[in-house]
């Protein structure tokens, strides 16, 4: 019996990956790695899967040095600045997207954090959308604190989203503003306030496959069942606007073994979908069960009817997990 077949018998009986075991899967074949993930994802989720869209409540100047991204303050690019948005045109967003069936909405906000005047800000729309759109609410605000976690779920909010990025390792390349240590610390508190939380990582940033198999870990360690899985899109004017796109094989792989190590997890493509020749369908058949739609914060994503036509063509059914 594989490597590949070993471990997938031994996880459907409750065996939890290890590191050695997930870096054995980095020169299996890749048909029968994906074919075993996609078996595993069957078994512990069924044709579910959770689509959610954002929206960029807050664009540009952002204080961090993160170098993957446009918003920062720290780089020359040709973001579109704005501060946060109006909850009118907020909750008309969030109706959009929940009358095209999208189950879960998001206000994504560029910063550090959120003042004090902000997080009210942001706190009124959560209401307006609890109390007027029947969507489940994330957020996405930087690096908040307990208190402000709190106010998040009073105001409707049931998940909170917070990448890794990366492995802690390579985190020090990628951003020297915050630590790993600090997005950790924000993962936490936000699971004290009672919040489930979303954490992946940005796939392509001159990183090894070891350190994305030490971020899913870590991810595993934390309780986290939504991982978004983000492919870098170089962006004009960051430090990192020459690195090559990974090849569509390779984020196949990447996806497998994330649902090797995470096998109950809503396994999510995020950003960068739309750099893929097939716009992820071959992803969806590899262990992928949940995507962002619609567009991303910065670039041009997927559309909704598009990715719901996807979904009915692989036998999905759109459901929260």
Avoid: W
Avoid at 210 to 221: G, P, S, T, V, Y
């Amino acid at each position: 019996m594989s490597v590949v077949q070993q471990l997938k018998s031994a996880i459907l009986t409750d065996y939890r990956v290890t590191k050695p075991d997930a870096l054995q899967l980095c020169s299996e074949p890749l048909d029968e790695l994906c074919s075993a993930a996609n078996e595993l994802r069957e078994h512990f989720c069924g044709n579910s899967f959770d689509i959610c869209t954002i929206i960029n409540g807050k664009s540009g100047r952002c204080s961090e040095n993160c170098k993957y991204c446009a918003q920062s303050g720290h780089y020359c690019t040709e973001v579109e600045e704005y501060p946060l948005l109006a909850s009118d045109t907020i909750l008309k967003e969030a109706n959009y997207n929940h009358t095209r069936g999208i189950l879960r909405f998001s206000i994504v906000t560029s910063g550090r954090n959120l003042s004090d005047t902000e997080m009210d800000e942001v706190c009124e729309s959560y209401r307006a959308i609890q109390e007027n759109c029947d969507i489940s609410i994330c957020a996405s605000h930087g690096l908040l604190s307990f208190e402000q976690f709190q106010q998040l779920k009073a105001a409707g909010v049931s998940r909170y989203h917070n990448n890794l990025e990366t492995s802690r390792r390579n985190f020090p390349n990628i951003c020297t503003t915050h630590t790993y240590d600090d997005k950790i610390q924000a993962i936490k508190n936000a699971q004290a306030a009672g919040l489930a939380v979303c954490s992946g990582g940005i796939m392509g940033l001159g990183e090894t496959m070891e350190d994305r198999i030490d971020m899913a870990l870590d991810i595993r360690d934390l309780g986290i069942k939504s991982i978004p899985v983000n492919v870098l899109n170089p962006i004009k004017g960051t430090p990192f606007e020459n690195l090559p796109k990974l090849a569509d094989d390779e984020v196949r792989r990447i996806i497998a073994i994330f649902r090797f190590i995470l096998p109950d997890g809503a396994v999510r493509l995020a950003g960068g979908r739309g750099l893929l020749a097939d716009k992820g369908k071959a992803a969806f058949q590899s262990g992928a069960n949940a995507a962002i739609s619609g567009d991303m914060l910065t670039t041009s994503g997927i559309s909704i009817s598009d990715d719901m036509a996807m979904l009915k063509d692989l036998q999905f059914e759109a459901r929260l997990l």
